[in-house]
Nanobody, 124 residues
Framework: QVQLQESGPGLVKPSQTLSLTCTVS??????????WSWIRQPPGKGLEWIGF???????RYSPSRKSRTSISRDTSKNQITLQLSSVTPEDTGVYYC????????????????WGQGTQVTVSS
């Protein structure tokens, strides 16, 4: 059974770049036809999809923060990395990585496996 584990700094200063890593075990990030997403939940709000990287290495990002987002992978370590630049306090929340299905053209369809999430606070 696939397991996902998020890691990264819990506190980031405004204007800096947030960088998180998702380490995957029990399955390869290159396995057809899975998509590896980053999702966040701001305090008191619903889930927000940030973007994904596909089994093929292709990426798709949410239009609302596309210019600040980069998702990459290290296949040798079976890891997915999120970088979100120029963060503000509005980027505070719990960040999750998840495995699901979908297409690069249409975006995610579902999220079948989730990590436990990691709290990120943006504050000076």
């Amino acid at each position: 059974q696939v397991q996902l584990q998020e890691s990264g700094p819990g506190l980031v200063k405004p204007s800096q770049t947030l960088s998180l890593t998702c380490t995957v075990s029990g399955g390869s990030i290159t396995t057809n036809y899975y998509y590896w997403s980053w999702i966040r939940q701001p305090p008191g709000k619903g889930l927000e999809w940030i973007g994904f990287i596909a089994y093929s290495g292709s990426t798709r990002y949410s239009p609302s923060r596309k210019s600040r987002t980069s998702i990459s992978r290290d296949t040798s370590k079976n890891q997915i990395t999120l970088q979100l630049s120029s963060v503000t306090p509005e980027d505070t929340g719990v960040y999750y990585c998840a495995r699901g299905t979908g297409t690069v053209d249409a975006g995610p369809a579902d999220f079948g496996s989730w990590g436990q999430g990691t709290q990120v606070t943006v504050s000076s």
